[in-house]
Nanobody, 124 residues
């Protein structure tokens, strides 16, 4: 049973920073990719960023480019989401996802096999 555990959410003022962590319960290279999604109240879940664990190729939503960075620590089986210059519109529950099926784009929810429970980010 694969588990993803997110941490690092919280409340921050506009312009501030947060770093989210997602630890996966297996060797990180056992999953070909990991991603971060977010969902604000009344809105659909949307892709924020993704990283392919072998090549470390990254993808970002246009709305976060230049402000958010996804990275991995192989020794800790953990993926991070460093968020800078946060805006109120970044407020959402953030979810970690893992293991791409290879059937769609990185931002498609159905592309990922495993999901975490989410961590709340509030910018106000």
């Amino acid at each position: 049973h694969v588990q993803l555990v997110e941490s690092g959410g919280g409340s921050v003022q506009p312009g501030g920073s947060l770093r989210l962590s997602c630890e996966i319960s297996l060797y990180i290279y056992s999953t070909n990719c990991m991603g971060w999604f977010r969902q604000a109240p009344g809105k659909e879940r949307e892709g924020v960023a993704s990283i392919y664990t072998g090549s470390r190729r990254t993808y970002y939503a246009d709305s976060v480019k230049g402000r958010i960075t996804i990275s991995q620590d192989n020794a800790k089986n953990t993926v991070y989401l460093q968020m800078n210059s946060l805006k109120p519109e970044d407020s959402a529950a953030y979810y970690c996802a893992a293991d791409c099926r290879g059937r769609g784009a990185w931002y498609e929810l159905y592309e990922y096999k495993y999901w975490g429970q989410g961590t709340q980010v509030t910018v106000s």
